[in-house]
């Protein structure tokens, strides 16, 4: 199923419209209520082959009201909110009936209607919605110029206005940047401002948040708020994110396997969960307070080795413990040493910009540090010359004793470097080949670092894909059919196959929910206790890192204002910017 882009207007009408003229009249002609903006009734969705997809889904928003979908990848939540728009695999067949607003996208001579006036979308993946090709400008004014007919000059004056809407620095300046010269987070600003261009009735959210750091999130989540009081707007918010679904949404729709198990009013769902999924799904999720601290790796690995096991789940949730953790790592030496890394990059039409300022850190053989702050605070940019994908401007970077910041010479040694490091980016889509299936791209790596045969290496593939929560028809699977979430474990599959050193991963979890979450950061919990495997963690989740990591950082345009023990800087903050990234995490009211 392919990713479209955000705007309504600017959807994929003719190849949407195609998919959705067969199975329309095999749909249940039918009418919305008298109150609801978006009414859908028993819908259903069958795939050419018969598979079923949708069980008779119902759900309704009405105006002024927000409605999260949530539920684990793959329980459906994407296919029913794409329906809105019309957005349906090709020669499918739907049953039931969806109506916007009083139209049925079901039918193709309303579904221009809907998109350019009534519905919008902001899909979960920006970099695959927007042509990499044009500049930030022209894909938000495309709209207003041929839909509205305004002129390129105010186009632009109104594309300006509603990138400062999402909070985006320097708005103007960014209409001549092209997709690639901004951050994952930055483009997700992007693309809301541009679902936001024909001012829709609903807007359909599907994890629009998902690239956003705390406080960024926090901003847009208030715009979306506002926008809905204002404008009388009706959102469909979909997330795996419960502790944001509860702060933002008036009601919860829970779904697994293609149907509906519990709906009601968010705090009733979150505090008193009444089917036993949704509870599993409660239980699951990260947070700031309780138990679930990480329980270091010291606990298992000894000078010597990695010759006791620590019992599989246990937690030691002291600030006291952890910082004795840390110290018992510590003496088996640094596996990463930063010492006066900067980094500058001259952006068109904005000079230079310090990514990185002379920044020091150190992280112990089985430590894991927790690097957190907002979008073009320099994390990325830090892991990119850690891992060597980018060249230090000044400093120093030596893994497991060795200086790394030179370019790898010859083939051996870049081989070597790669077997010994790994990072699990970002965004999976641009991350993956796509022509290659998700076991072929375990194996392959397989067959290079670890010198295995084909079969042994497409047994180990699989084992490892299992692990991470993905079964056989996943495995043959090219990266284009599968979810967000499922292509991020595919990439992370990939990075823990070969066992390396030092594990870097890019906001690796973001784009999970909140179970799969859970396993895979329970995987890299067990590996690092079996293996002594060294973590460099960025994100924007402070629950989830304090979830994993035993040390953190705190960056804010380049430079570390706070480095410590995470559960000493979750609990009691000393610098101003850290407190702002708490207060910003999102707490059900």
Request: with cysteine; glycine share 8%.
């Amino acid at each position: 199923m392919s990713t479209a882009p955000a705007t309504a207007s600017s959807a994929l009408a003719g190849s949407a419209s195609s998919a959705i003229a067969g199975s329309a009249s095999s749909a249940i002609a039918g009418s919305a209520s008298d109150t609801a903006l978006l009414d859908i009734r028993d819908l259903t969705l069958d795939l050419a082959d018969g598979t079923r997809l949708l069980h008779g889904i119902t759900l309704s928003v009405a105006p002024g009201e927000t409605v999260g979908l949530v539920g684990e990848s793959g329980s459906g939540k994407s296919l029913t909110a794409r329906t809105v728009l019309g957005l349906t695999p090709d020669r499918s067949k739907l049953g039931g009936s969806v109506s916007v607003d009083g139209r049925s996208p079901l039918a193709p001579e309303s579904l221009r209607a809907i998109r350019r006036s009534d519905a919008a979308m902001v899909f979960q993946d920006p970099r695959a919605g927007i042509n990499p090709m044009r500049t930030i400008g022209d894909h938000l004014t495309e709209a207003l110029r041929l839909n509205e007919g305004w002129s390129r000059g105010r186009a632009r004056a109104r594309a300006a206005e509603l990138l400062a809407d999402v909070r985006l620095p320097s708005p103007a300046e960014h209409l001549d940047q092209h997709p690639h010269e901004l951050s994952g987070g930055m483009l997700q600003r992007v693309m809301i401002a541009g679902a936001l261009t024909t001012s829709p009735r609903l807007l359909v959210c599907d994890e629009p948040t998902t690239a956003l750091d705390v406080t960024t999130q926090a901003e847009i989540v208030q715009v979306l708020r506002e926008l809905c009081a204002e404008r009388g707007m009706g959102m469909l918010f979909i997330t795996h994110d419960l502790n944001l679904a509860g702060s933002l949404c008036d009601r919860l729709v829970v779904m697994k396997d293609g149907a509906v198990v519990e709906e009601g009013p968010a705090l009733e769902v979150l505090r008193a969960p009444q089917a036993e999924y949704t509870r599993r799904l409660v239980a699951a999720t990260p947070r700031l307070t309780g138990d679930d601290t990480p329980a270091s790796t010291a606990s298992s690995v000894s000078a010597s080795g990695f010759d006791r096991e620590t019992a599989p789940g246990s937690r030691d949730s002291s600030a006291e413990a952890q910082s004795r953790a840390a110290d018992e790592v510590s003496r088996s030496g640094a596996m990463v040493e930063v010492r006066g890394v900067s980094k500058t990059y001259t952006v068109r039409g904005r000079g230079k910009v310090h990514a990185v300022a002379s920044t020091d850190f150190e992280i112990p053989v089985g430590g894991a540090l927790a690097v957190v702050g907002e979008s073009g605070s320099g994390k990325s940019t830090l892991a990119r010359m850690i891992v060597g994908l980018e060249q230090t401007d000044t400093g120093t970077i030596r893994i497991g004793g060795r200086d790394t910041s030179a370019v790898p010479k010859g083939r051996a040694e870049r081989l070597a470097r790669a077997k010994s490091v790994q990072m699990v980016f970002q965004d999976p889509y641009l991350s993956l080949d796509p022509r290659i299936p998700a076991r072929q791209a375990v194996s392959d790596v397989l067959q290079l670092h670890a010198g295995l045969d084909k079969a042994a290496a497409t047994s180990r593939a699989m084992e490892v894909l299992t692990a991470v929560g993905l079964g056989e028809e996943h495995a043959v699977a090219r990266p284009k059919t599968l979810s967000g979430g499922q292509r991020q474990r595919v990439a992370i599959a990939r990075a823990l196959a070969i066992e390396p050193d030092l594990l870097v991963m890019d906001e690796a979890t973001s784009a999970l929910d909140v179970s799969v979450q859970a396993q895979v950061l329970d995987l890299v919990a067990d590996i690092r206790r079996r293996q002594g495997l060294t973590l460099l963690f960025i994100s924007h989740d402070l629950a989830v890192v304090r979830r994993v990591c035993e040390q953190t950082a705190v960056m804010r345009r380049g430079e570390i204002v706070e480095h410590g023990a995470t559960a000493e800087i979750l609990s009691d903050p000393q610098h101003e910017y850290t407190r702002l990234l708490l207060d910003s995490v999102p707490v059900p009211a």
